[in-house]
């Protein structure tokens, strides 16, 4: 049996395109780099994407002088950019809203149905950033953040995906709104005052109270102050899940191990994202009392945030167990000319036991309410919305209360 060799060619010329028929469909009409390969003709009227450039104008990052001002609801600032100033408001807002769950008492189920529009939220988050704000495509653009998103979508699809299996699997709703139910505040409704429910709203509005930044317009500086508080938000969703519920199935702890290692060391990384060019880590709505300082340092592995897992995604590249089971602390890993160390600090015993903290509290000795910069809502008396938060003391205290002026406002916009 003979085998096919193609082998052959036959020269042609190419002909110079004109103007005279309607080929709206064809890409030689653009000109541009196709020249240096074919012939082209760049004709009037022609409204055809060449490929490879992108398709979003990112007219929402534009920044202005004399702009309409946008009022926002969980932030303030954006004075020079409402446009993004309203579009972070509305992936927040809305972040907020699907998580107010119709909480069924359930804690495994009650996790779920939070920690989907959870995700969802980073989702969001990155492709406003990238498809709206900036219109970066490369992985180094940025400076990380574009394959720091990347990854984002890569494993939080991946666990949305993951999760609505597990629904299915055990026949149960994704969705659990509260509509229609007079009862419902801004926090959710049905069985909010279980424990596990309970210490959920906690986590929420401690989540949405350190994502409510002053905007400043660097947009990829703005999503870097948010999504800290908000990664951190999941791996408390994940604590209160394991502290609530007695026998954890082994997808939910299996994915709760992996969302506790990725997006602490995902917060470590935009902490150093932020400190590397001299940023705040924080920057509140509230004038304080007395300067609050910034967030204590994260001191975690960061494998799972390197190149070097985005380029492998095998164990050894992603997971500091792995990794230190097969290579000394004190190498160095050829690919990255980094030590081990250097990115696995907590698996080569450079931490302290005890994380960071996961939340920062902004004005542990309450605001300054005689100047300086506000945001537009201030700490919430109303014993409604906070009365099934139980025992919670000092720093916390004051964080909650910003957590649920957040909600109250919520409510009161529905």
Known sequence: MGNWVENFWMPFDLAEPDCSRDLDDFSEKLGGDYAAALPVATCDGTDIAVVGEASESCELGATCDDC????????CGGAECPAAAELWDGINVGMHEAMALDFSGDPSLDFVRGMIPHHEGAV????ALLKNLTCATNDDDLDGLVMFCNEVHYSQDMEIAGMRRWLDARGD?????CDGDPAATSDGCGAIAANASAASVEANR???AGMAVDVGCDHAVDFSRMMIPHHSGAVRMCEILLEHEPDVDDYLENLCA???RTQRAEVAWLYYWLEGRGLDIAAPCEACDDDPGQPERPCEDMLSSSLLCSVRRDAVSCDCAALTSQRACDDVLEETQTLVSAECERSCGLCPDEHA???FDACPNGADDDGGHHHHHHHADDDDVVADVADVSGAAAASLARGAALAALLLIAR
């Open 173 to 177: 709703d994704e969705a659990a709104s």
């Open 258 to 260: 992996n969302i506790s």
């Open 124 to 127: 969001a988050m990155c492709d």
């Open 357 to 359: 903290p996961l939340f």
């Open 206 to 208: 401690e989540m949405h």
């Open 68 to 75: 309409a001002a946008y009022e926002m609801m969980m932030g």
